[in-house]
């Protein structure tokens, strides 16, 4: 019984684990608000944006996926693509992007 018990509480923590890191959004404003003034200005990226791009290198394909509930506007995805670009940080293909 206790077995059964612990492989139950470790099965639904897992499971609790799996729904936190689905559910996370991935928010351009949020995540790296230091590169939406060289993503709207057209402009070179700070070195503030280059870190956090590198930081949340794993949301940017949700920043441009028309699917997602937090993206930038369209005429702002190549920009992202250059910004990030710029700083290095590689830019993976995107099933959903327009």
Same mark, same amino acid.
Do not use: W
């Given at each position: 019984?206790?077995? @059964? @018990? +612990?492989?139950?509480? !470790? !099965? $639904?923590?897992?499971? #609790?684990? %799996? $729904? $936190?890191?689905?559910?996370?959004?991935? =928010?351009? @404003?949020? =995540? !790296? *608000?230091?590169?939406? *003034?060289? /993503?709207?200005?057209?402009? +070179?990226? +700070? *070195?503030?944006?280059?870190?956090?791009?590198?930081?949340?290198?794993?949301?940017?394909?949700?920043? /441009? =996926? !028309?699917?997602?509930? #937090?993206?930038?506007?369209?005429? =702002?995805?190549?920009? %992202?693509? /250059? /910004?990030?670009?710029?700083?290095? $940080? #590689? #830019?993976?293909?995107?099933?959903?992007?327009?």
């Amino acid at each position: 019984m206790k077995n @059964t @018990t +612990s492989l139950l509480a !470790i !099965i $639904v923590a897992m499971m #609790f684990l %799996l $729904v $936190v890191a689905r559910g996370q959004d991935c =928010d351009p @404003t949020q =995540d !790296i *608000p230091d590169c939406i *003034p060289a /993503i709207e200005a057209k402009g +070179s990226p +700070s *070195p503030r944006c280059c870190e956090l791009l590198n930081q949340h290198k794993g949301c940017l394909c949700k920043y /441009i =996926d !028309i699917n997602h509930r #937090f993206r930038l506007p369209q005429e =702002d995805h190549q920009q %992202l693509r /250059i /910004i990030a670009h710029t700083c290095g $940080v #590689f #830019f993976p293909f995107c099933p959903n992007a327009p």
